[in-house]
């Protein structure tokens, strides 16, 4: 699931709207909001994001984080390591190679230790 996804998800249970109700609304398949919810489908388009802050009656802040997590969520990242240090290159294919055996914990330690830097 990607952070666009789960914060979606999120935003649906809490107005208790169900996932075929909120699609039929945006004139959207299901089947492409589920994937997009669970991170099977690629990052949603600008106008999709609009529509979206729009249907949930969010502005300003909420607006913005919804574009900031849409933004944060491409399920498939290609890093690019050419020309830096071999510990960049290294890092990069560890994380490549074991972010499926990562626990959302140490994920998340990551996360900030990446954003503090």
């Known amino acids: 699931m990607t952070p666009f996804g789960a914060k979606i998800r999120e935003l649906r ?3 208790r709207v169900t996932l075929k109700q909120m699609a039929a609304d945006l004139q959207i398949s299901g089947a492409y909001l589920s994937a997009l919810e669970h991170g099977h489908r690629g ?3 600008e106008a999709l994001v609009v529509q979206i ?3 949930f009656h969010l502005i300003w802040d909420d607006y913005e ?7 944060l969520s491409h399920p498939r990242i290609v890093i690019d390591s050419s020309g830096l ?3 960049h290159t290294a890092l990069a294919n560890e994380l490549a190679h074991r972010i499926r055996e ?8 990551l996360l900030a ?3 503090a830097a």
């Open 65 to 71: 984080e919804m574009q900031r997590l849409a933004a």
């Open 53 to 55: 802050c729009e249907y």
């Open 102 to 109: 990562l626990p959302a914990d140490a994920a998340d330690r």
């Open 85 to 87: 240090s071999p510990s």
């Open 13 to 15: 249970k809490a107005r």
């Open 43 to 45: 990052l949603p388009s």
């Open 113 to 115: 230790t990446l954003r």
